[in-house]
């Protein structure tokens, strides 16, 4: 029997794998194959204001050796996001529970591209089992270790 797996699409930077991350795929991958849309470094700054820490090829081979990822790819370089959808083609959009995506939104663009047979579902829960569960908070650690370190050093201990 030749059954057809359901495509599954989460997108985001990826910057600073963490347990999050791990979390969202596999819950994605409970629902299908997983398709991967890693955000170009141009966009992300777009987006919020500041580059990923690892770059975009750096993030995306890292991305795509994750267990349970079928595929990944880098988002476009003029950030459609919808053109990109429209190519992967999946069944369902598989957001994050921090992604600001409006999923109103994202229907509405869906729907104006004749792609109404893609459902989309938020993730409720995050990943808490850990404290350090989001890039930004990796991020806040080291720096906080760093100017420890460098207080100390600047002491001369």
């Given at each position: 029997?030749?059954e ?7 997108a ?13 795929i ?14 170009t ?8 204001g500041?580059?990923?820490i690892?770059?975009q090829?750096?993030?995306?081979e890292?991305v795509?050796n ?6 990944a790819?880098?988002g476009?370089?003029?950030n459609?996001?919808?053109r990109?959808?429209?190519?992967i ?22 729907s104006?591209?004749g792609l ?11 990943y ?5 569960n989001?890039?930004?908070l990796?991020?806040?650690k080291?720096?906080?270790k ?12």
């Amino acid at each position: 029997m030749n059954e057809k797996k359901t495509r599954v699409l989460v997108a985001g930077t990826f910057d600073l794998i963490h347990t999050g991350h791990i979390y969202l795929i596999n819950e994605a991958a409970n629902l299908g194959n997983v398709y991967v849309v890693v955000a170009t470094d141009k966009n992300r700054e777009l987006f919020s204001g500041e580059r990923p820490i690892v770059p975009q090829e750096q993030r995306l081979e890292v991305v795509r050796n994750l267990k349970n990822v079928k595929n990944a790819r880098l988002g476009r370089s003029d950030n459609n996001t919808l053109r990109t959808v429209e190519e992967i083609n999946p069944d369902i959009i598989l957001l994050g529970p921090d992604q600001k995506y409006s999923i109103e939104t994202l229907k509405k663009g869906l729907s104006e591209k004749g792609l109404n047979h893609i459902e989309i579902r938020r993730l409720e829960n995050y990943y808490d089992k850990y404290e350090l569960n989001s890039s930004s908070l990796i991020k806040k650690k080291i720096i906080e270790k760093y100017r420890k370190y460098n207080n100390n050093f600047d002491n001369g201990r």
